[in-house]
């Protein structure tokens, strides 16, 4: 027998066990155990599955829940697990305590908003569970109102956003449009390259087929179009061309780049045989705009002249009396004027540019007197998220949305107090996209978390309309480029249009979850029945929050989306959301009794409908 199995299975009764084997036994298991346990592999940070994959240079947080000096990158990785919060770890392995600050392991409750340095060891803790308990409270008396048609969508005019590609006659996209029969915006910067073949304007001038950078915009589209609009039941505003000036003209094919001109005024011809064929077919075109992003290419005095000239284009055309009514001249509805859209900012930088250019073109428009034929003082807006850098889910990048917010509403109610302020295109990403391709798509389920919040910071500062870029036609559009199906963002907006009423309740969470991993909006019900509807989203990767909505937490439906950022698939209380033979299926909520939390898993989204009526909502449309 070995030493081991003598010393394991000897007793003193047995004639193996002498005194010296008695007495070697604990000596042998110790040492056993002390091989044993020397054999096992060392214990190493990046292959642990307790410490996770270490990252370099990977997005660590800001805020620290722990800070201090360690031995090295395990012992941090240790740090993290024991402390309440710690989802991520960072180590510095060149740092001593006389470093700057005197750290080298730090433990943080998020991901968002900082690079580590290349020369650090981080990682997240996977699987580590982590649940925060919120009370959101709503306030008595109404914020503010959105429009009816807050939830609004763009086409746009660019031959690379598929203009010309569409078939307006679809019976599918009619049907997916009707579902959102709000405001249809058409522009965008293609329509400063687009020509109207109508009156005058021939097919040798309209350049069609296009040269030269510009477009034509034929009787046949232009039909189909309003057809369109008119099945949907939407609001048309139409963006106009603003380049062809009275000083330089030699027709109307004029290329882009030599619209940045400011000379002379806008020549009104080609529009007008436009809106002349438009009050003859009966079309209406609820409102209209004047050149599109103009901020960075001309003045706002000159593009507030240029709308001076469209105003008595319009006066011309139907004639006396307000805006929105059948004027005197025509049998159709005089259009609004909307305008200026400029550019806003993007992921960083000052606002302080596109807000003196709002102001100065409202006080050219107002010392002109033409104020009353505005409905909205518009901008645009793309504060840049992406998936891959998970900026679609960082609070401080979300937080630019109601930033922008902010600044529009007072620089424009301090002018025109009654005038209402839309986002008149904002999309998730500006400019320099790929074709029609489900490749590199960036309208995935991570895009909702901008969009859902968006709409929520947006009607929570005072603005009347959303008009998100685009309904189709792009990557990020609200339907597939190719097949024409709904994407994520598509059912946030029929879900926010039909659930979130028109009046605006503020909210208050309390306490504030780690990394502000709640974004929480509240309306009254869109229903009329005097209850409040919720939208709750939880940006956080690792954290769940269960959330009340009142002491008694009454009984309420739950309308839950979850998915995966990376795909262009939602599900519905874990059902994924398709087309039905060619339907929308029944986006019913699930109902919940009274006495039971809200849970809300990283990275989802819920709109909430409590049925308990709130005073302030009693009287809500």
């Given at each position: ?5 003598r010393?394991l299975h000897?007793?003193p009764a047995?004639?193996?066990?002498t005194?010296t084997?008695?007495a ?5 298991l110790?040492s056993?155990l002390v091989?044993v346990?020397t054999?096992?592999p060392?214990?190493r ?12 240079n990977m997005?660590?947080?800001t805020?620290?829940?722990?800070e201090g ?5 395990a012992?941090c990785?240790?740090r ?5 919060n710690c989802?991520?770890w960072?180590f ?24 580590s340095?290349a ?8 699987h ?6 919120v009370?959101?409270?709503?306030g ?5 109102h959105?429009s009816?048609?807050?939830v609004?969508?763009?086409?746009d ?11 307006f006659?679809?019976p ?6 009707s579902?959102l ?7 965008g910067?293609?329509g400063d ?17 296009p ?9 046949t ?12 039941g939407?609001?048309?505003?139409f963006g106009l061309?603003i ?8 027709g109307?094919g004029k290329?882009?780049t ?7 005024r806008w020549d009104?011809s080609n529009t ?5 064929y438009?009050?003859?077919k ?7 705009e ?5 901020n ?5 005095e000159?593009?507030a002249l240029?709308f001076?000239v469209?105003?008595?284009l319009v ?7 307000p805006a929105g ?9 005089k259009?609004?004027?909307?305008g200026?859209?400029p550019?806003s ?5 000052s606002?302080d540019g596109t807000l ?5 073109f409202?006080?050219?428009?107002s010392a ?8 909205a003082?518009?901008?645009h ?15 401080s990048?979300?937080?630019l ?5 902010r600044?529009?509403n ?10 209402q302020v ?12 790929p074709g029609?391709?489900?490749g590199?798509?960036?309208?995935n ?8 919040d968006?709409?929520g910071?947006?009607?929570a500062?005072?603005y009347s309309v959303f008009?998100?870029q685009?309904?189709i036609g792009i ?11 709904p994407?994520?963002?598509y ?17 208050g969470?309390s306490?504030?979850p780690p990394g502000g991993a ?9 229903d ?7 939208l ?5 990767e690792q954290?769940t ?6 002491a008694?937490q ?10 995966h950022?990376?795909?262009g698939?939602v ?7 398709s087309l039905?033979?060619g339907k ?9 009794p009274s006495g039971s939390?809200?849970?809300?898993d990283?990275?989802s989204i ?15 449309p």
């Amino acid at each position: 027998l070995s030493p081991v199995h003598r010393a394991l299975h000897c007793t003193p009764a047995s004639l193996l066990c002498t005194a010296t084997t008695m007495a070697a036994r604990a000596f042998v298991l110790l040492s056993f155990l002390v091989a044993v346990i020397t054999a096992l592999p060392a214990r190493r940070t990046g292959s642990n599955a307790q410490c996770g994959t270490t990252i370099p240079n990977m997005t660590v947080g800001t805020s620290n829940v722990w800070e201090g000096v360690v031995a090295d990158a395990a012992t941090c990785c240790a740090r993290c697990l024991a402390t309440p919060n710690c989802i991520v770890w960072e180590f510095a392995p060149a740092l001593t305590t006389s470093a700057k600050s005197g750290f080298n392991c730090w433990a943080k409750d998020n991901t968002e908003g900082n690079h580590s340095a290349a020369d650090r060891i981080s990682s997240v803790v996977p699987h580590k569970p982590q649940t925060a308990s919120v009370d959101v409270s709503v306030g008595a008396a109404v914020l503010s109102h959105t429009s009816p048609g807050y939830v609004s969508w763009n086409i746009d005019t660019s031959r690379n956003r598929q203009f010309f590609n569409l078939d307006f006659t679809s019976p599918k996209l009619r049907y997916l449009a009707s579902n959102l029969p709000n405001h249809l915006r058409v522009g965008g910067s293609g329509g400063d390259y687009l020509l109207y073949r109508f009156g005058n304007t021939t097919k040798a001038t309209c350049n069609e087929p296009p040269i030269d950078g510009n477009n034509c915009l034929n009787q046949t589209w232009w039909d189909d179009l309003n057809g369109f609009a008119a099945a949907a039941g939407v609001k048309m505003v139409f963006g106009l061309n603003i380049c062809p000036r009275d000083a330089n003209d030699d027709g109307y094919g004029k290329p882009m780049t030599t619209c940045s001109s400011t000379a002379g005024r806008w020549d009104p011809s080609n529009t007008r045989a436009l809106l002349e064929y438009s009050i003859a077919k009966n079309y209406t075109i609820w409102g209209l705009e004047l050149g599109n992003e103009r901020n960075s290419q001309s003045s706002a005095e000159s593009q507030a002249l240029d709308f001076g000239v469209l105003h008595t284009l319009v006066e011309d055309l139907w004639g006396t009396g307000p805006a929105g009514q059948v004027g005197s001249k025509a049998g159709t509805a005089k259009p609004f004027l909307l305008g200026p859209d400029p550019h806003s900012v993007k992921s960083s930088g000052s606002l302080d540019g596109t807000l003196k250019y709002i102001s100065d073109f409202m006080n050219t428009v107002s010392a002109h007197k033409f104020e009353d034929a505005f409905a909205a003082i518009t901008h645009h807006e793309y504060i840049e998220i992406a998936i891959d850098d998970g900026s679609y889910h960082d609070p401080s990048r979300l937080n630019l949305t109601a930033f922008v917010a902010r600044g529009m509403n007072k620089t424009i109610k301090s002018l025109w107090p009654t005038t209402q302020v839309w986002a008149g295109e904002i999309g998730p990403h500006n400019g320099g996209s790929p074709g029609c391709s489900q490749g590199g798509r960036w309208a995935n389920f991570g895009d909702s978390f901008w969009y859902a919040d968006a709409l929520g910071a947006k009607a929570a500062n005072g603005y009347s309309v959303f008009a998100r870029q685009d309904f189709i036609g792009i990557d990020y559009a609200l339907l597939d480029c190719v097949t024409h199906d709904p994407l994520p963002d598509y059912f946030v907006a029929v879900l926010f249009h039909r659930l979130m009423g028109t009046a605006v309740l503020p909210v208050g969470v309390s306490p504030t979850p780690p990394g502000g991993a709640l974004r929480a909006y509240a309306h009254c019900s869109a229903d009329g029945s005097g209850g409040v509807t919720y939208l709750l989203i939880n940006v956080a990767e690792q954290l769940t929050l269960e959330v009340s909505l009142g002491a008694s937490q009454p009984a309420h439906n739950e309308f839950y989306l979850t998915g995966h950022p990376t795909q262009g698939v939602v599900q519905l209380n874990g059902s994924p959301l398709s087309l039905q033979d060619g339907k929308l299926p029944a986006l019913n909520g699930k109902a919940v009794p009274s006495g039971s939390d809200i849970h809300l898993d990283p990275l989802s989204i819920m709109f909430v409908t409590m049925p308990t009526q709130h005073p302030a909502c009693a009287s809500q449309p």
